[in-house]
């Protein structure tokens, strides 16, 4: 595997920079609205199929970030289940965001059917407390969602997780379509812009092509989504900068990046293999997939 150049710093190590450019990301993105939909249209179907009939679900999110996707899910979970009460493992290792997540769930009066199990810690801290702690309670719906790219090994950690599920629980995966913006911007600056640290670059085509392999079935779900990416275009924009910094998930990239690679990130993120230009706009193409995958056979 190739080293990030030397002088690149990745977003990921600096938690406030990275929190601000996911916002402006929300902001510019219709990444929420597009989740939305996938939730009030098929989720519901598939929420209603499992728990078996019981009168307690276990969940676990894994990367919830803020929780305003999470809250969502619960809801639906709820009116397919109005009886039914909830343990809810919340796995999300930025303090920042736990606390955020926190502050929602205060201001939701109609949560009582849920309690909240707040894990600050990664997915494989996660794993290891699972295992120490010889947990054996199955699982009944977990999701992760826009996660997998900050693990080291995406497919240990499906592999683990779709192990917790018990019977008719679903694992929900959703990350960027190997068809949008993202997929081409990684598939020709891979070398220069992935952390090698973390599978950082992984799209739902890299997941269906390991899960394909194995024989394993699944559901896929494609989520059609746009981001304008215009400020990009104007150098020293803030907000632009903040943007730029997600997409290559670069810190300052700007700033830290030579001109070449400046230059051909720039005019990549344009080109009509990420981008349709209209009314002066930019609009990159942001699609992702939510992919379902049941409990082991
Ligand atoms: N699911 C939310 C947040 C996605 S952003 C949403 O779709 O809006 C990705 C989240 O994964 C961030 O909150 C980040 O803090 C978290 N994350 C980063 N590394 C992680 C890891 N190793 N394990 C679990 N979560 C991680």
Redesign the pocket.
């Known amino acids: 595997m190739c080293a990030m150049a030397s002088s690149l710093r990745s977003l ?1 190590n600096d ?1 406030s920079r990275y929190q601000k450019s ?1 916002q402006i990301f929300l902001e510019r993105s219709s990444e ?1 609205q597009c ?1 939305r939909d996938f939730i009030h249209n098929k989720l519901p179907d598939i929420l209603a199929s499992i728990g078996d009939g019981k009168s307690h679900l276990n969940i676990i999110g ?5 929780g ?2 999470d809250l969502e899910m619960l809801s639906e979970l709820h009116k397919k289940h109005p009886e039914v009460t909830v343990d809810n493992e919340v ?4 303090c920042q ?1 736990i606390n955020n997540y926190k502050v929602l769930v205060s201001q939701k009066p109609d949560l009582d059917y849920v309690k909240f199990h707040w894990n600050t810690m ?3 801290e996660f794993e290891e407390h699972w295992k120490a702690e010889k947990i054996t309670k199955k699982v009944d719906f977990i999701h992760m ?3 997998l790219y ?2 080291k090994d995406p497919e240990a950690t499906v592999r683990f997780f779709q192990s917790l599920l018990g019977k008719n629980g679903k694992l929900l995966i ?1 990350l960027v379509s190997g068809e949008s913006g993202w997929g081409k911007l990684w598939r020709t600056y891979k070398t220069e812009l992935c952390n090698p640290e973390i599978s950082q670059c992984v799209t739902t085509g890299d997941i269906k092509s390991f899960l394909d392999s194995k024989g394993m079935s699944y559901q896929s779900y494609e989520l059609p989504s746009q981001m304008d990416i215009t400020e990009c275009f104007t150098e020293g924009d803030e907000k632009g900068e903040l943007l730029l910094d997600f997409l290559t998930e670069v810190l300052d990239f700007s700033n830290t990046a030579s001109p070449e690679l400046r230059a051909g990130v720039l005019e990549m993120l344009r080109h009509p293999d990420c981008s349709v230009e209209s009314n002066g706009k930019v609009i990159f193409n942001n699609n992702l997939e939510a992919i379902i995958l049941d409990q082991l056979s």
């Open positions: 990921v938690d996911f929420h989740m894994v990367g919830s970030g803020a305003e996707i796995v999300e290792p930025s965001q990664t997915a494989s969602i826009q996660m900050y693990v959703i």
